[in-house]
């Protein structure tokens, strides 16, 4: 007597034959070649590769914020690149949390400003946004930070603050373009901290990174080269 076999494991991401071209002087460059990856409800991911190698590409295109030249890109079972502009940036607001190498705060507003917006936009209630907006910022010890302006913050404190926007709307899935690859040990190991605990609530996570130290954290290591997959492999 056999035994049943494995039920699925449901996808929260996946990329079919992703390519992304420039134009640049005449030329034409590649920066994805046919990428095709698939990251599970609660997984959380690292891409590695050198150098031009498509890492940051592959979240743009996957975030929404460039358009890929030919592929397809599915987000909790939908089709999301063949969206209008207007829908697909109603899923994103939605059920996508981004995290760029330097925070990008919004300099007229603040810290706790910063933080609530994603939520209120995503449609949950002014109470609820501000309870989020205590819990991250306690979580990464920036409470008394709350009525500053971005400006007077640390770029390690910055950055901390762009985790917590990132994370505020409780976002299916987290893309993190190199978050620590500017901050010191101490302000590395509270984003660390932070995103092993949501990770381990169930966040999915995309995380580009140069940083072995950093990728250890992650459940799988895709490698890029070339704008292609070179390999994709679990620890454990």
Same mark, same amino acid.
Request: aromatic share 4%.
């Given at each position: 007597m056999?035994?049943?076999?494995?039920?699925?494991?449901? /996808?929260?991401? !996946?990329?079919r034959k992703?390519?992304?071209e420039?134009?640049?002087?005449g030329l034409?460059?590649?920066?994805l070649r046919?990428v095709?990856?698939?990251l599970?409800?609660?997984?959380?991911?690292?891409v590695?590769?050198p150098s031009?190698?498509g890492?940051?590409?592959?979240?743009h /295109?996957?975030g929404?914020?460039?358009?890929?030249?030919?592929?397809?890109?599915?987000l909790?079972?939908?089709? /999301?690149d063949?969206?209008?502009k207007?829908?697909w940036a109603?899923?994103?607001r939605?059920?996508i949390?981004?995290?760029f190498?330097?925070?990008?705060?919004?300099s007229t507003m603040?810290?706790?400003d910063?933080?609530?917006?994603?939520a209120?936009?995503?449609?949950?209630s002014? !109470?609820?946004?501000r309870?989020?907006?205590?819990?991250?910022?306690?979580?990464?010890g920036?409470?008394?930070?709350?009525r /500053?302006a971005?400006?007077r913050?640390?770029g390690?404190?910055?950055?901390?603050?762009a985790?917590?926007?990132?994370?505020a709307?409780?976002p299916?899935?987290l893309?993190?373009d190199e978050p620590?690859g500017n901050?010191d040990?101490?302000?590395t190991?509270?984003?660390l901290?932070?995103l092993?605990r949501?990770?381990?609530e169930?966040?999915?996570?995309?995380l580009?990174t140069?940083?072995a130290r950093?990728?250890?954290?992650a459940?799988?290591?895709?490698?890029?080269?070339d704008?292609?997959v070179?390999?994709?492999?679990?620890?454990?």
């Amino acid at each position: 007597m056999t035994g049943s076999a494995p039920a699925p494991v449901p /996808v929260m991401l !996946r990329t079919r034959k992703l390519v992304k071209e420039y134009r640049a002087d005449g030329l034409c460059v590649e920066a994805l070649r046919g990428v095709d990856i698939e990251l599970a409800f609660g997984e959380f991911v690292a891409v590695m590769g050198p150098s031009g190698s498509g890492k940051s590409t592959l979240l743009h /295109v996957i975030g929404g914020l460039a358009a890929a030249t030919s592929g397809e890109v599915w987000l909790r079972g939908q089709r /999301v690149d063949a969206l209008s502009k207007r829908d697909w940036a109603i899923q994103r607001r939605r059920h996508i949390g981004y995290v760029f190498q330097t925070a990008n705060l919004l300099s007229t507003m603040t810290v706790a400003d910063n933080v609530e917006l994603p939520a209120i936009l995503s449609g949950v209630s002014a !109470r609820q946004a501000r309870q989020r907006r205590e819990e991250l910022l306690d979580d990464l010890g920036l409470t008394d930070k709350a009525r /500053v302006a971005p400006s007077r913050l640390s770029g390690g404190e910055q950055q901390r603050v762009a985790l917590a926007r990132a994370l505020a709307h409780h976002p299916s899935l987290l893309l993190a373009d190199e978050p620590t690859g500017n901050l010191d040990s101490g302000n590395t190991r509270d984003v660390l901290r932070l995103l092993r605990r949501t990770h381990a609530e169930g966040q999915a996570i995309l995380l580009v990174t140069h940083d072995a130290r950093v990728a250890s954290n992650a459940d799988r290591v895709i490698n890029l080269y070339d704008g292609m997959v070179a390999d994709d492999w679990s620890f454990g």
